[in-house]
């Protein structure tokens, strides 16, 4: 007779979906379910679908808690690699006006830009990381504001790398962008992200830029960058301006030749925050548009056009092929601080971009050090690390840990205490856990439709 291993699980519709800690699911029926509770006999084929997956076993228990910790060892693999990802925050000053910044300052009596010392004392903490494989990551403000340190950071890092490999990637709106700047960029190999938050008349809207026409400005460097064979893609801010024109944002991003839209939910930070009542909208109505917006992109690829979605290409990876996505929000404990660094243009070091933002709205509790203060291993060893590790471990949170998507979800210590003043979750199914939630009630049900399905395994195989 078989034993039961822990798992999950939620009914809908007279059918259970089940999911374990190594990220396994099975969708069974309420007969069958009611039978493996009660440890009777169910027919073989469902027998062995259980067995591979560990949600029973007829072995040693012994012998199957190694073999099961294996698998959850490579579910974390993530936590077995130093910091990866650092944050150059190179400039706060922005040449946009967005209605959701949560960084940028549109200031012309004042520059906020990372001086030549900090930048050099940044990198060499960011070196430190014990992690062979590095990713830069330029942000602002608008960091092309302050280009010469871009490429300082980029030179220096590579005459001190000792053997370590760096990718470099700018995230950028791109209208300060040269043919200097793109020669440079091609000889050394950065990846180029933007944003596009629709067609023109939105992209104005949510995007303004001053006296010009901020979609027109995107788009002329997008196809530059393209011509001049520099990897590009963009991202989606979905404000409720977005909400009635899924259409028309993803026919945007088809003609532009880009072959993934990452489809984001406002974050209630900065001016997000406080411009709320204008842009912002309830959870509920984000899904809608995220199900409109995933049903017209899969209509687009059963017509042979190939474009793939953000959100779900990360939980995919998760739920089809069990593989360890070092998404930094969606991983537990999340990649704060030991994932990833936020080094800010005046030096103080955060564990995040969100902490960052965080700290202009005046909560600096994110905050880690100071890049002329302190070492990578103080960083490491520092209590607010410490904190961000404990409160975004989800499967010890009360929340989370019976949740049938633990497995693939994350929470945000940052968001949590801005929110709620309190970095573990209080709220369930508050703002975020509801869109996360939702979004993988839409893939779980796709993946039942064996054609969508055929997609959804193209999509996370061609990346």
Not at 123 to 134: E, H, N, R, T, Y
Not at 338 to 359: F, K, P, V, W
Request: proline share 2%.
């Amino acid at each position: 007779m078989y034993k039961l291993n822990y798992f999950n699980f939620r009914e809908k519709e007279n059918e259970y979906l089940i999911t374990n800690d190594m990220g396994k699911y099975a969708f069974i029926t309420k007969e069958n379910f009611q039978k493996i509770i009660n440890k009777e006999d169910i027919e073989e084929n469902l027998k062995q679908e259980l067995l591979e997956k560990g949600f029973i076993y007829d072995t040693n228990e012994e012998i199957f808690a190694t073999d099961m910790a294996m698998k959850l060892r490579r579910q974390k693999e993530y936590l077995l690699e130093p910091t990866t990802l650092h944050i150059f925050v190179v400039s706060k000053n922005c040449n946009f006006n967005c209605v959701y910044c949560q960084a940028g300052m549109l200031d012309e009596q004042n520059d906020y830009k990372m001086t030549k010392e900090t930048a050099k004392n940044a990198v060499d903490i960011a070196i430190s990381s014990p992690s062979k494989f590095l990713t830069f990551e330029f942000q602002g403000g608008e960091p092309l504001t302050n280009f010469e340190i871009i490429k300082y950071i980029i030179e220096y890092s590579k005459s001190i790398a000792n053997g370590k490999c760096i990718e470099y990637n700018l995230v950028s709106n791109l209208t300060l962008l040269t043919d200097e700047m793109i020669e440079f960029f091609k000889d050394n190999n950065v990846s180029i992200c933007t944003s596009i938050d629709g067609d023109e008349k939105l992209q104005n809207k949510n995007r303004p830029y001053k006296n010009k026409n901020s979609y027109q400005e995107t788009v002329s460097k997008i196809k530059k960058i393209k011509e001049n064979g520099i990897t590009v893609s963009a991202i989606q801010t979905t404000t409720k301006y977005s909400l009635k024109k899924y259409k028309e944002i993803v026919d945007e991003y088809v003609n532009l030749g880009l072959a993934s839209i990452f489809i984001r939910p406002l974050t209630k930070l900065g001016k997000a925050d406080n411009n709320w009542v204008n842009i912002g909208y309830e959870a509920e109505e984000f899904l809608e548009f995220y199900k409109k917006s995933l049903d017209y992109i899969i209509e687009k690829n059963k017509q042979g056009v190939f474009l793939t979605e953000g959100h779900s290409n990360i939980f995919l990876k998760k739920i089809l092929l069990n593989s360890p996505v070092n998404y930094m929000e969606l991983r537990s404990p999340c990649g704060g601080a030991i994932g990833q660094l936020a080094y800010y243009h005046d030096g103080n070091i955060y564990t995040c971009d969100e902490a960052r933002m965080l700290s202009e709205m005046g909560d600096e509790s994110f905050k880690l050090g100071n890049v002329y203060k302190n070492t990578y291993k103080d960083l490491m060893q520092c209590d607010v690390c410490k904190a961000m590790c404990i409160s975004s471990c989800i499967e010890c949170l009360p929340y989370c840990k019976d949740c049938i998507y633990m497995p693939y979800c994350g929470t945000c210590p940052v968001i949590n205490l801005a929110q709620d003043n309190n970095i573990f979750a209080r709220n369930p199914k508050e703002y975020r856990c509801k869109i996360y939630g939702g979004i993988l009630d839409i893939l779980f049900e796709y993946i039942k439709d064996e054609e969508v399905l055929r997609i959804f395994y193209k999509w996370i195989k061609e990346e």
